[in-house]
């Protein structure tokens, strides 16, 4: 009669064990029950089967937040790749054999990125697996790691300049800075590089001051003692192109929002700005599904094939 209450906690234990980890990761009992569709005292009951089992505190309780205890972490760490790889067993069964016909991909991104940079291997992967549902989630850069960390998307899609804790930030396509400015404008008829001299006694249109476009921007004018102004803060880049298009001011962006068929000069500014990086960012130690894996895949290609053929361009 002893093993059957050790029976019936094995059985249960992938159900204590998924509720352990989304507590884990919410940082909150009721997040995680309100996430697995459960009520908050049965995901606690569930976690006080693992504490008496493991003969451990896993979590530190401070009023309505959570926090891991060193073992806590340590089963984490262990536990958090079981229960990913077991409910997402299916699916990479069916991946294994070629079977990739189903399923869901959420990618968090920012409207510039959604607009520039995933068009085309979203395209690509539709034609091929046009069963799978892509959801696009539309959000800032902050929004889009909390995404993450609570995992509620799979992946997210943008530039990083500083990488935080827990996070993996793995680099796909480069992108260059240029000042844009009217067809008629002093700088578009100068020939010879532009200097920061030659940009500071006119206005800039800068996307809003807490976005790394003006922090970087700020930067280069500071780190080289050269003065300059902002004659309008406007978010998104369309916006900024007609702005400047209509001559209320110039602006300072990554061409990764320039098709060549806008009425603007565009002028290399890289020995002044570097290259700017937009990649896949995950949560460090996130299981990612089949249809993510396969995406990020398609994602590499496109943009391999893009960037030999801009080289082979470079050298003709």
Partial sequence: MGSVPNLYYKQNRLKQLRAFCRAARLGSISMAAESLFLSQPAVSLQIQALEREFDTILFERRGPH???TPEGEALYKLADPLVEGVDKLHETFAARFGRLESGELNV?????????VLPDPLRRFAEVHPHIRIKLHNVTGRDGLAMLHR???DFAVGSMLEVPDGITYHPIVDYHPKLIAPLDHPLARKTGPISLEDISPFGLILPPRHLSTWRMVDLVFRQHNVDYHVSLEAGGWEVIKKYVELGLGI???TDVCLTGEEP???????HYFPARSYGVV???GRHLSPQAKRFIHFMEQAYIGQQQTQEAGSET
């Fill in 251 to 253: 602006s300072i962006v």
């Fill in 108 to 116: 968090a991104a920012g409207e510039s990125t959604i607009l520039y």
């Fill in 66 to 68: 959570i926090k891991l």
């Fill in 282 to 284: 995950q949560r460090l």
């Fill in 264 to 270: 603007l000069a565009a002028i290399t500014l890289d």
């Fill in 151 to 153: 995992d509620e998307v």
